[in-house]
C-alpha cells in the first residue's frame, strides 16, 4: 500500500504536471492569437497602391499582388540568378518586403523627396509591424526584411533583380503607360537599375532589350 507521503508526492507531482500543461497550453494559444493578428494585418497591404499599371492597363496593382507575382517570378525564373539560391527563402523575402509599407506607404520609384524619409518611415514601420508576431518569427522575419534591405546575400540580389524588373515588364505590357503619365526619362531607369544585374545578369539583360528599349524607341521612354 501507498503511505501519505507517496501520496502527496504523487499528488504533488500531477499538480505540477497540470501546471505544466496550462502554460503551454496559454503559450500555445498566446502563440497563435499573435500569428492570427499579423495576418489579419498584412491583409492591409491589399489597399497600397502602386504607380505600376496591370498588364492590361485597367487599373494600378497593389502592393500584395506586386509581391505574388513576384513570388511565382522567382519559382519560375530562379535557375537565371547569378548564384545559387535558396528558393523559399527568396520567396518569403519578396512577399514580406512591402509589409512595412502598411504604414509607410509606397514610395514612388523616382519621387526624390519621398526617399528622403523613405527609410525611417519603413523602419518604423517593421519594427510595429513584424513586432506582432511571436519573438522567434518576428526576429526571422525582420531578418529577411533587413536582408532584402542590405542587398548582399544571393538571395537578396535575386529578390533586388525581380522587385526591379518586375514593374518594367509590366510598364512595358500596359503600353509603356506609367513611363508616359510620369514622363520618365532613361537616366532615370538606368539609375535605378544600375544593381538589377548583381542578382541575374540574364534577366536584366533581356529586361533592357525587350521592355525598355522598346519603349525608348516609341517614345514612351524619354531619350536624354
Avoid at 499599371?53 to 525564373?77: C, F, G, P, Q, T
Avoid at 525581380?162 to 539609375?191: F, T, Y
Wanted: net charge negative; charged share 35%.
Amino acid at each position: 500500500m501507498k503511505n501519505s507521503s507517496q501520496d502527496n508526492n504523487y499528488k504533488t507531482n500531477n499538480n505540477q504536471d497540470d501546471k505544466q500543461n496550462n502554460n503551454q497550453e496559454n503559450n500555445n494559444k498566446d502563440r497563435l492569437i499573435k500569428q492570427i493578428k499579423f495576418i489579419e494585418e498584412i491583409d492591409k497591404e491589399k489597399l497600397i497602391g502602386r504607380q505600376t499599371y496591370l498588364a492590361d492597363a485597367s487599373r494600378k496593382e497593389n502592393d500584395a499582388e506586386h509581391a505574388w507575382h513576384m513570388a511565382i517570378m522567382a519559382v519560375l525564373l530562379s535557375e537565371y540568378s547569378n548564384e545559387k539560391i535558396d528558393v523559399l527563402k527568396t520567396m518569403t523575402m519578396l512577399l514580406i518586403h512591402d509589409i512595412v509599407e502598411i504604414d509607410a506607404g509606397d514610395t514612388y520609384a523616382y519621387d526624390e523627396d519621398g526617399k528622403k524619409t523613405q527609410r525611417q518611415r519603413e523602419l518604423t514601420a517593421a519594427d510595429r509591424i513584424f513586432g506582432l508576431l511571436p519573438s522567434d518569427q518576428a526576429e526571422y522575419m525582420r531578418g529577411l526584411w533587413d536582408e532584402f534591405e542590405e542587398r548582399k546575400t544571393p538571395e537578396a540580389k535575386f529578390a533586388r533583380t525581380l522587385d526591379n524588373i518586375q514593374p518594367v515588364m509590366l510598364n512595358n505590357a500596359s503600353g509603356g503607360r506609367s513611363w508616359e503619365e510620369k514622363c520618365v526619362h532613361l537616366n532615370q531607369i538606368l539609375k535605378r537599375n544600375e544593381n538589377t544585374k548583381d542578382g541575374s545578369e540574364t534577366l536584366w539583360d533581356y529586361a533592357y532589350n525587350n521592355f525598355i528599349k522598346p519603349n525608348v524607341e516609341n517614345g514612351k521612354i524619354k531619350e536624354d
